[in-house]
C-alpha cells in the first residue's frame, strides 16, 4: 500500500483561492513600494554559507537551513570526526551553502558585489521566500514570504520616515488597524552603558525582547543566568516599565541616559522619526517601546516592529537600520535602512477578520456554458475578446448537463455564467447570469465588457 504523501512541519500547500488572495497582498505590497519609487531585485534561494553565517547572532545560526554538499559529502570527514559528533565542525566540512533566513543579508551581498553598478542612495525592493529551521506554531512557520524594501547609501533619517508612511499606508489599503513599535539600537546600548554592561549588551537585548512572550519576570531571571550582575537587573527595571505617552518616555530615558553619549544620540535620532512621522500624517498608533530589541545583531540605529491591534499574532512587519551590515562583507562606511512585511502572517491576519475584497477571492470572473460544437466555438470568440477588455473568463470544457457546469461555477465562485444557446446564437447576445443575485440579462459582448 502506497504511503501518504505529506510535507514538511512548517509548511502549507496554499490553493487556487489562497493564492489569489496572497498575490492580493503581494500586488498590493509591489504597488506601494513602487509609488515610492523603489526597485525590484531577486537573488539566490541558497547562498553560501560565509555569507550568511554570523550575521544574525548565535539563536539566529543554530536556524539556519544547511544544504549537504553535492557528491560524496562525507569526503574529508574523519572517523573520529563522525564519533565525536561535534555538529559546527561538521557542518563546516559537510556544507558549503544554505537556504537564506532572510532577505537582508543577501541584499548586502548584492550590494558589495554589484557595487560598480549601482547608484547611491539605491531603494531595492524584493518579494521572495525564506527559511528557518524554527519549532512551527501558530503564526510561525520554517518557509515564509518576505516583502523588503531597504534603501542604502544615505545615513538620512527622512528614509525611516518614508519606510514607516509605507508601512502605514500598506495596511490601510488591506484594512488591517496597526501599532507601530519603535525603539533605537544606540538608546539599548546608552541602557548597557548606565547599568555597567557595555560588554553585554547582546545577552541584554536578546533576553529583554522576550519581555512579550515570557513576561518580565522571566527575562531578569534569564538576564541572571547570563551573568547579569544582580544589581544591574534592579537597575533595568524602571527603563523597562516605563509608561506614558511618547513624548513622557523620551523625557524620562532623557533623565536616565543623560550620562550616556551613545544612548542620547539614540533618543534624538527617535524624536526626529517620531515627530517627522507624525507631521507626515498617518493612521496607525506609533508607540515607543525601550524593550523592543528584535534580538538581530546587525541593527544600529532605529528598531520597527508592527502588531495588528485585532489579532493575536506575532510581529506582522519590522526592521530598522543597520548602518555596518555591508561591512563584514569588505565594503565600509555604507549605511541601510530597511523593513520586511511577513507575507504569511498578514495573510493570516487577512483571514482572520475576513478583510480581502471580492476581486480577491475569485480567480475567474464569468464561465461560459457549453451547449455543444457550435456554441462553444461562438463562446470561445467571444471569451478573447472579453480577456482583451481584461476580464478572467474561461468556457467549460464539456458539453455536460447543465446542473453539473452550474456546480462547476458555483464550487469555484465564479460570479457570472454566460449562457450561449440556439436562440443566443441567431441574434448574437449572451445570457448573463449573475450568480449571487440569480438576476439573467441578455446583452452583446460589448455590453458585458462594459458592465463586468
Known amino acids: 500500500m502506497a504511503q501518504k504523501p505529506?510535507?514538511?512541519?512548517?509548511?502549507?500547500?496554499?490553493?487556487?483561492?489562497?493564492?489569489?488572495?496572497?498575490?492580493?497582498?503581494?500586488?498590493?505590497?509591489?504597488?506601494?513600494?513602487?509609488?515610492h519609487g523603489f526597485r525590484q531585485i531577486e537573488t539566490p534561494s541558497m547562498e553560501n554559507l560565509s555569507t550568511l553565517m554570523g550575521k544574525y547572532g548565535e539563536e539566529g545560526d543554530k536556524l539556519l537551513f544547511k544544504i549537504l554538499n553535492s557528491g560524496d559529502f562525507l569526503k574529508g570527514v574523519t572517523d573520529e570526526q563522525l564519533i565525536e559528533r561535534n555538529c559546527p565542525r561538521l557542518t563546516s566540512s559537510l556544507c558549503e551553502k544554505g537556504l537564506r533566513y532572510d532577505l537582508t543579508v543577501p541584499f548586502a551581498r548584492y550590494v558589495v558585489q554589484h557595487r560598480n553598478e549601482l547608484q547611491f542612495p539605491f531603494k531595492r525592493f524584493q518579494i521572495q521566500p525564506v527559511w528557518r529551521a524554527d519549532r512551527p506554531q501558530k503564526g510561525r512557520y520554517r518557509e515564509f514570504y518576505q516583502c523588503d524594501a531597504d534603501v542604502i547609501g544615505t545615513d538620512s533619517l527622512l528614509n525611516e520616515i518614508d519606510l514607516l508612511e509605507i508601512i502605514d499606508e500598506v495596511f490601510r489599503r488591506f484594512g488591517i488597524s496597526i501599532t507601530i513599535k519603535l525603539n533605537n539600537r544606540k538608546v539599548l546600548s546608552g541602557i548597557a552603558e548606565i547599568i555597567g554592561e557595555p560588554e553585554?549588551?547582546?545577552?541584554?537585548?536578546?533576553?529583554?525582547?522576550?519581555?512579550?512572550?515570557?513576561?518580565?519576570?522571566?527575562?531578569?531571571?534569564?538576564?541572571?543566568?547570563?551573568?547579569?550582575?544582580?544589581?544591574?537587573?534592579?537597575?533595568?527595571q524602571p527603563i523597562l516599565s516605563l509608561s506614558g505617552t511618547n513624548e513622557e518616555k523620551l523625557e524620562s530615558l532623557s533623565k536616565l541616559l543623560a550620562s550616556s553619549e551613545t544612548g542620547m544620540k539614540g533618543i534624538e535620532e527617535l524624536k526626529y522619526v517620531i515627530g517627522g512621522t507624525i507631521a507626515a500624517g498617518i493612521?496607525?498608533?506609533?508607540?515607543?517601546?525601550?524593550?523592543?530589541?528584535?534580538?538581530?545583531?546587525?541593527?544600529?540605529?532605529?528598531?520597527?516592529?508592527?502588531?495588528?491591534?485585532?489579532?493575536?499574532?506575532?510581529?506582522?512587519?519590522?526592521?530598522?537600520?543597520?548602518?555596518?551590515?555591508?561591512?563584514?562583507?569588505?565594503?565600509?562606511g555604507v549605511s541601510g535602512v530597511g523593513i520586511s512585511f511577513g507575507a504569511d502572517r498578514i495573510f493570516d491576519v487577512l483571514n482572520q477578520l475576513d478583510l480581502y475584497p471580492s476581486e480577491a477571492k475569485n480567480t475567474t470572473k464569468l464561465m461560459f456554458v457549453n451547449f455543444g460544437e457550435k456554441e462553444s466555438?461562438?463562446?470561445?470568440?467571444?471569451?478573447?475578446?472579453?480577456?482583451?477588455?481584461?476580464?478572467?473568463?474561461?468556457v467549460y470544457p464539456e458539453n455536460a448537463k447543465m446542473?453539473?457546469?452550474?456546480?462547476?461555477?458555483?464550487?469555484?465562485?465564479?460570479?457570472?455564467?454566460?449562457i450561449v444557446g440556439e436562440n443566443e446564437l441567431e441574434k448574437g447576445t449572451i445570457?448573463?447570469?449573475?450568480?449571487?443575485?440569480?438576476?439573467?440579462?441578455e446583452l452583446t459582448v460589448d455590453e458585458i465588457a462594459a458592465k463586468l
Open 6 to 35: 505529506s510535507i514538511p512541519k512548517g509548511t502549507r500547500d496554499f490553493s487556487p483561492e489562497e493564492m489569489a488572495k496572497r498575490n492580493y497582498i503581494f500586488d498590493t505590497i509591489k504597488e506601494v513600494f513602487t509609488l
Open 200 to 236: 553585554r549588551i547582546t545577552d541584554i537585548t536578546v533576553a529583554i525582547d522576550k519581555i512579550d512572550k515570557i513576561g518580565i519576570e522571566n527575562v531578569n531571571a534569564e538576564l541572571l543566568e547570563k551573568g547579569i550582575s544582580q544589581e544591574a537587573v534592579k537597575q533595568l
Open 377 to 394: 466555438a461562438a463562446s470561445l470568440k467571444y471569451a478573447k475578446r472579453l480577456r482583451k477588455a481584461g476580464i478572467s473568463c474561461e
Open 403 to 418: 446542473k453539473k457546469q452550474m456546480g462547476y461555477a458555483n464550487d469555484n465562485k465564479i460570479p457570472f455564467v454566460a
Open 431 to 441: 445570457m448573463l447570469k449573475d450568480m449571487q443575485k440569480g438576476e439573467q440579462q
Open 283 to 332: 493612521d496607525a498608533r506609533l508607540e515607543l517601546d525601550v524593550s523592543l530589541a528584535r534580538g538581530l545583531n546587525y541593527y544600529t540605529g532605529t528598531i520597527i516592529e508592527v502588531k495588528a491591534n485585532d489579532v493575536q499574532i506575532g510581529s506582522i512587519t519590522g526592521g530598522g537600520r543597520y548602518d555596518n551590515l555591508t561591512g563584514v562583507f569588505g565594503m565600509e
